[in-house]
């Protein structure tokens, strides 16, 4: 299982953003490289309470995915809806600025989230719910992952 609290792991994802351009394009979905990247850092600093984060009210069938969404040996797949706040086409969300910039401040993000010892306590997951430590470390790796394949990457 692959985890940000794994040096190599962690090693993985950072590089992999670094080899992503402006222009790369996807291999599906909307968004775009810089929009990509702007998504990925708002979604770790939402759940390290940097960011405004609506969580949904009322009963929510994602809650009872969360095993599998964490733990199965499978890719996310394609298309699944995200929060408003980050959803880069609904235009809530923080724009791309200067690439450069936002793709550091989205390894700043990543190297705060996966920090120890940790300066801040997670926020509950809007679709999942509350994660421990451990699930966190996984959805990280996994969230960074889903988007980096998303541009062949």
């Not at 996807?26 to 929009?35: E, L, V």
Request: contains cysteine.
């Amino acid at each position: 299982m692959h985890t940000l609290r794994n040096p190599k792991d962690c090693q993985d994802i950072l590089v992999r953003l670094q080899c992503i351009c402006p222009d790369t394009p996807r291999g599906w979905g909307r968004m775009s490289a810089p929009q990509m990247i702007c998504h990925l850092r708002d979604g770790f600093l939402g759940v390290m309470g940097d960011v405004p984060m609506s969580q949904p009210s009322g009963f929510s069938w994602w809650r009872l995915t969360k095993p599998f969404a964490i733990y199965a040996p499978v890719e996310w797949p394609q298309g699944v809806p995200t929060r408003p706040e980050f959803d880069q086409l609904a235009g809530t969300a923080r724009s791309p600025a200067e690439f450069t910039a936002d793709v550091q401040g989205l390894l700043d993000a990543i190297e705060r989230f996966s920090a120890q010892p940790r300066a801040f306590a997670f926020r509950p997951h809007p679709l999942f719910g509350v994660l421990s430590e451990r699930e966190w470390m996984i959805w990280g790796y996994r969230h960074a992952d889903h988007h980096l394949r998303q541009f062949g990457n």
